[in-house]
Antibody, heavy 121, light 109 residues
Framework: QVQLVESGGGVVQPGRDLRLSCVAS????????MHWVRQAPGKGLEWVAV????????QYAESVKGRFTISRDNSKTILYLLMDSLRADDTSTYYC??????????????WGHGTQVTVSS | QSVLTQPPSVSGTPGQKVTIPCSGS????????VNWYRQFAGAAPELLIY???QRPSGVPDRISGAKSGTSASLAISGLQSDDEADYYC???????????FGGGTKLTV
């Protein structure tokens, strides 16, 4: 059974950084692309970033490009999101999601429970 | 505002059929397949429909998807109270070079 468990969220001041983690189990982690998707309080879903199965390709939403970095450790089956220069509008629940393919088919066939990030002074 | 357009809310009575529309553009729905996600209150989203009309295992056949041109729709027949949730359409956008979501539709039964 596929399981994705996020951690690392919390309250952080504007301009600071934070690293999120997502521990995966129940599938061959190194064979699939992985995404981060976020949801601001009371709002809809927003795609944030994707990384290919082997980490060689990455893409970011314009809203986070240059500030966020997605990475993965296939030996530990962990997905990461390093968030720098955080802003108030980055406040969201961050979900990690498994892609159906090896990079970005844009089909998210498994989701974690999410981790809350609040950017506030 | 979202790249894909959905009505904020739809409603229906038990047993009825409802349809949730999703409108895009040539660079999004016009080019790529549409996927649908369901999110119950306080829970994570889950995949409901992929490749326009394919159901993952466990999704009943009273839930269906369709796509035509730059629009798509999700239909739920035999409405039940536990269908109450938020529903999101999603696809790839060639201009933005990434996945995009609709704003979500709250279904009330």
């Amino acid at each position: 059974q596929v399981q994705l468990v996020e951690s690392g969220g919390g309250v952080v001041q504007p301009g600071r950084d934070l690293r999120l983690s997502c521990v995966a189990s129940g599938f061959t982690f190194g064979s699939y692309g992985m995404h981060w998707v976020r949801q601001a309080p009371g709002k809809g879903l927003e795609w944030v970033a994707v990384i290919s199965h082997d980490g060689s390709e990455k893409q970011y939403a314009e809203s986070v490009k240059g500030r966020f970095t997605i990475s993965r450790d296939n030996s530990k089956t962990i997905l990461y999101l390093l968030m720098d220069s955080l802003r108030a509008d980055d406040t969201s629940t961050y979900y990690c999601a498994k892609d159906r393919g090896s990079y970005s088919s844009s089909i998210f066939d498994a989701w974690g429970h999410g981790t809350q990030v609040t950017v506030s002074s | 505002q979202s790249v894909l357009t959905q009505p904020p809310s739809v409603s229906g009575t038990p047993g009825q059929k409802v349809t949730i529309p999703c409108s895009g553009s040539r660079s999004s729905i016009g080019t790529s397949a549409v996927n649908w996600y369901r999110q119950f209150a306080g829970a994570a989203p889950e995949l409901l429909i992929y490749f326009n009309n394919q159901r993952p295992s466990g999704v009943p056949d009273r839930i269906s998807g369709a796509k035509s041109g730059t629009s798509a729709s999700l239909a739920i027949s035999g409405l039940q109270s536990d269908d109450e949730a938020d529903y999101y359409c999603a696809t790839w956008d060639d201009d933005l070079n990434g996945p995009v979501f609709g704003g979500g539709t709250k279904l009330t039964v």
